[in-house]
Every structure is written in structure tokens, then in C-alpha cells.
């Protein structure tokens, strides 16, 4: 592919669109952040209330005060307030946790952990996620074109091995690396950090692992943050890389038919026969 559709294709389609993407999440973040912080801090102080009052007469515990403060603990849980937590902890609605709830929106991964509570924030993310939704689909389909686009033009991958090891990078990168940084920061083994990695770029998004959640860690304050970029970067990877599977196992089969022919006849030699044709990258 010339170099100048290469350019056109980034420079007059990919880079508006992710301006224009990026500017909505900082949108979403920041009225998601003043519409349910406040909410969040409220909610916060009548749980360490509620907790304190619980605790002073712990010694005349009844089946009543336990059940209520049971009660108490689930409310707090569904408005996004840690149990285990206090009053120092961070907010689940500060910029960086509002940036990568609203990616969490618009990518409908929905891990279920923290949602609005407010009228106005529910209000406001129905129609945020009917505008956002689109936008990420036609986002993430024009950048897996601008990286397909880059890859054609990467030809004779077998003459020239190190361009052929790009997408090999990229994919460690994407689905190795990550979980490798997940589990240094939340804790986790390499195999739950991969677990969260694929739940998260399958968009299954369980909620049982979450990054950026547990109150007995200081993140820093991008953190969630940089783990919204890997997101939309690891959508937009495995959009391109994923339609390869089925080209992959059905070359793997036909050389498997291949060799098992060869076996049954008895004839080791292979001059004569076709040289396996490569996947093709483009359509």
C-alpha cells in the first residue's frame, strides 16, 4: 500500500476520531466526577457513622442490630463504598476512576463494581453510553484500519523476519505485559492478572477482579487512568488480530492433512509440492 494512503488513512480518518474520543471520555470523566463525588462522600460518612454506632454497642448485640447493620454494609457496597475502607481512602469518583468508569461505558465492559447513583448521574450515562457506544465501535474499526493498513504494507514477511515480528511485540505487549504490571500493583498471581486481562479486553468484564479497588493500596493517581488507555489500545489489537484464528487453524490443518499423506505413502521427499501459501493480512 503507498505510503500516502498509509498517511491519509491516519492522518484524515484515525487522528480526528481519536481526538474527538478522547475529548468525550475527559467529557464523561469530568460530569460523571461532579455529579456522583459528592453523593459518594456522603454516603461514605453515614457508612463511618453507622460503623462507629455499630461498634460502640457491639457489646449488646441483638439479631436486629446485626441484621440492619448488614443492611447497612450492602447499601454502602452498592453506592461504590468499600466496607473494609475509611474515610481516608481515595474517592471512586475522582478523575482518574471517572475516566475509566466512562471507558468502562462506552467499551461495554461493565464490570458491575461502581455505577452511578444519583438521578442525574444515571440520567446522564444513558444517553453518555447511547452516543459513546457508537463512537467506540467506529473508532476502534477505524484504527484496527489504520493498523491493517501499516501491516500490508509490511510484504515478504518470510525474506524479512523483523518486520514480521511487529505483530508478535504488539501482542506480548497487549496480553503479556499488562498482566505481568496487574499483578505487581494489585497483588494478584500472573495467572489471575492474565484472567482479569482477557475478561476485561472479551468485554465480559465479571467484576470479581477490578484494578484500582482495594483500599489498602495507594495508587498513583493515574493509574486507572493509563489501565482505560491499555483498554481501548487492547480492544483495537485483538480486533485486528482475532480474525486471523480461523486462517491460522485452517493452515494448521492443512498441513497436518499434508503430512499425514505423506506418512501413508511412505514418500519423505517434498520436491513437487506446493509451498504452503501465508496468511494474508490483507482482504
Not at 12 to 18: A, D
Not at 104 to 121: D, H, K, M, Q
Not at 237 to 254: I, K, M, N, T
Request: with cysteine.
Amino acid at each position: 500500500m503507498p505510503r500516502t494512503r498509509l498517511c491519509s488513512c491516519w492522518g484524515g480518518q484515525v487522528l480526528p476520531l481519536l481526538l474527538a474520543y478522547v475529548c468525550y471520555l475527559l467529557l464523561g470523566a469530568t460530569i460523571f466526577q461532579l455529579l456522583e463525588k459528592q453523593a459518594e462522600a456522603q454516603s461514605r460518612d453515614q457508612f463511618q457513622f453507622e460503623k462507629l454506632r455499630f461498634l460502640e454497642n457491639y457489646t449488646c448485640l441483638d439479631q436486629q442490630a446485626v441484621e440492619q447493620f448488614v443492611q447497612v454494609i450492602m447499601e454502602a457496597w452498592v453506592k461504590g463504598v468499600n466496607p473494609k475502607g475509611n474515610s481516608t481512602n481515595p474517592s471512586n469518583w475522582d478523575f482518574g476512576s471517572s475516566f475509566f468508569f466512562a471507558g468502562t461505558v462506552v467499551t461495554t465492559i461493565g464490570y458491575g463494581n461502581l455505577a452511578p447513583s444519583t438521578e442525574a448521574g444515571q440520567v446522564f450515562c444513558v444517553f453518555y453510553a447511547l452516543v459513546g457506544i457508537p463512537l467506540n465501535v467506529l473508532f476502534l474499526n477505524h484504527l484496527g484500519t489504520g493498523l491493517h493498513a501499516h501491516l500490508t504494507t509490511l510484504e515478504r514477511w518470510e525474506d524479512q523476519p523483523r518486520r514480521s515480528q511487529v505483530c508478535r511485540a504488539w501482542t506480548l505487549l497487549v496480553l503479556i505485559f499488562p498482566p505481568m504490571v496487574f499483578s505487581h500493583v494489585e497483588g494478584w498471581s500472573f495467572s489471575e492478572g492474565f484472567y482479569f486481562a482477557f475478561i476485561t479486553l472479551s468485554t465480559i468484564g465479571f467484576g470479581d477482579y477490578v484494578v484500582g479497588t482495594d483500599p489498602s493500596k495507594h495508587y498513583i493517581s493515574v493509574y486507572r487512568s493509563l489501565a482505560a488507555i491499555w483498554i481501548l489500545l487492547g480492544l483495537a489489537w485483538l480486533a485486528l488480530v482475532l480474525p486471523l484464528g480461523p486462517l491460522l487453524l485452517h493452515r494448521c490443518s492443512q498441513l497436518w492433512l499434508l503430512s499425514r499423506g505423506l506418512k501413508e505413502r511412505g514418500a519423505p521427499e517434498t520436491n513437487g509440492l506446493p509451498r504452503p501459501q501465508k496468511i494474508p493480512i490483507s482482504a
